[in-house]
C-alpha cells in the first residue's frame, strides 16, 4: 500500500481532532492486517474510488464518539442518537474533506462516499484481499482508530 | 430518491442469487427508511460516488450468510472465515458488476467501491441525511435485505 495515499488522512484526522477537540492528540503505532480487524463499536466508513479504491474506517468506543459528539455540540450527549450520529459524521466529513484537497494537490484523482455510520457490539470489519493499515489516536476520552484499505485500481 | 438508480441493484441480485443458489427468490415488501436501520448479522457495503452518491448494503443473518456461501462454493462451511467472507465479497462484486453495467447504459456515470464486509450483534447503520430504500429477499435459507441509501450530489 502506497503510503501516499494514508498520510494525507492521518495528518488531516490529527489537524480537525486538535482543531475541534481542546485535547492533546496522540499517535500510536501504526500497524498492518490483512485479515479481519476489530470494530470498536462505533465505525464511520467513507469509501473511495479512483484511481485508489477502498474504505476508511473513524472507528471508536462509544463513550468516545459521545465525548467527541459532546464536546463539538457544546452540551452533553447521553446516547448516540441522531445529532450524535450527524455530529461523528460531520467529523468524518471535515477529516476526509481536508484529505482530499491534499491528495487531488498531489496529482491523485478519485471520489468519496458520504460517511455511513455502523454501530453494534463485537464487531469485525474486512475488506478481501485489501490490507489493512491501522492508525491509533490516542484522546482524553480514548482510543480513535484511522482504518484505511485502499489499493490501487486493476 | 430516484428509483432508476435502485431498480438495477434489485434486478441484478434477483439475477445472481437464481443464478448461483437453487432456490426460490422472493421479493418482500419495500419500504423506506430515514432513520438508522437494523443490520442482520453479516453486512456487505459498497460505497458509490459520481452523479449518485451513498451505499448499497447487502444484509443478512451470520446462518444465512453461511448457508449461501456454503452453496457457492458446493461444501459446508461453518463459520464466517475468510473463505465465507470472500465468497460473499463475490456475490456482492457480481450483483453490483451486473447492476453498474446496466446504469452505465442508461447513461448514470459513478463508481463503485470494493465490498467491505461488516459483521457483529445489535448492528445498525445510518446516513445523516440519505434516506434508504430497503428491499427483503426471501430465501429458503433465510431473509436478505437489499439497503440502498443514494443521493444525487449536490
Redesign the interface.
Known sequence: MRVEYINPFVEAAFNVLREVLDDEVKRGELYLKS??QP?LGV?V??????DV???V?FDMKRDTALAIASEMNGEELATMD?LA??TI??LANMITGQAVTKLHDLGFKF????????????????????EALIVPVELKSGKLEINV?V?ERT
Not at 111 to 130: K, Q
Open positions: 485479515t479481519s470494530v465505525a466508513i467513507v469509501g473511495l474510488t479512483g479504491e477502498g474504505r474506517l441522531d450520529k450527524a459524521s460531520e471520489d468519496l462516499t458520504p460517511p455511513a455510520i455502523i454501530t453494534g457490539e463485537n464487531m469485525e470489519v474486512s475488506n478481501t484481499g485489501v484499505a489499493r
